[in-house]
């Protein structure tokens, strides 16, 4: 079985800082690693995705996640938050032969004027 | 991108009533669909995996016979809430996967379900 941890269930943060949310996940097969972002009353947008290759993944809209196998994590970052940035950030995780996601319990990200 | 969508976006019912809900992948074929429930400030929680023209698969714990599923057709599943209640009121969100691809998943916009 899969699962995934968000240790931080609310990150507040200053606009134009750099901000981290954690993800580490846990499974006896190798996963693929997902981050959606959820706006309010909104449905999951797929924010990025590690399938293999490079182990650092990037967005179009300036956020990265990069897999570490040992540390079994898939940390997103952003050098600099804007205020739409604000949003529910869940982390999943999802075997190589199955279909269905599993999620963590997600982080808020609250982006301050 | 492919596009999920969810009809409606938004309900009310009374309690006791049955509600259906519509997940429709608008430019590719799914023959497989998923259904999520989502409670308030907190993650998804897969309820069911929908395969076109078999019976879905439940997660242990959700009840078949009260959230029926149909996926009639390669770009259709449907879920009903019957004889809902209070309890159910949440965020109903389903995702498709593109046939063929193994990875590739999208997820409609969801539907809030309020039962008064």
């Known amino acids: 079985a899969q699962s995934v941890t968000q240790l931080d269930s609310q990150v507040p943060v200053f606009e134009e800082a750099p901000v981290e949310l954690r993800c580490n996940y846990s499974s006896s097969v190798s996963v693929y690693l997902f981050w959606y972002v959820q706006y309010p009353n909104q449905g999951l947008q797929l924010l990025l995705k590690?399938?293999?290759?490079?182990?650092l993944v990037e967005s179009i809209n300036g956020f990265e996640a990069e897999f570490n196998k040992s540390q079994t994590s898939f940390h997103l970052r952003k050098p600099s938050v804007h205020i739409s940035d604000t949003a529910e950030y869940f982390c999943?995780?999802?075997?190589?032969?199955?279909?269905?996601?599993?999620f963590g319990p997600g982080t808020r990200l609250s982006v301050l004027p | 991108g492919a596009v999920v969508s969810q009809h409606p976006s938004r309900v009310i019912c009374k309690s006791g009533t049955s509600v259906k809900i519509e997940c429709r992948s608008l430019d590719f074929q799914a023959t497989t669909m998923f259904w999520y429930r989502q409670f308030p400030k907190k993650s998804l929680m897969l309820m069911a995996t929908s395969n076109e023209g078999s019976k879905a698969t439940y997660e242990q714990g959700v009840e078949k016979d009260k959230f029926l599923i149909n996926h009639a057709s390669l770009t259709l599943s449907t879920l009903t809430v019957t004889s809902a209640h209070p309890e159910d009121s949440s965020f109903y969100i389903c995702?498709?996967?593109?046939?063929?691809?193994?990875?590739?998943?999208?997820f409609g916009p969801g539907t809030r379900l309020t039962v008064t």
């Open positions: 995702s498709a996967r593109v046939t063929g691809h193994s990875y590739e998943q999208y």
């Open positions: 999943a995780v999802r075997m190589f032969h199955g279909q269905n996601f599993v």
């Open positions: 590690y399938l293999s290759g490079s182990t």
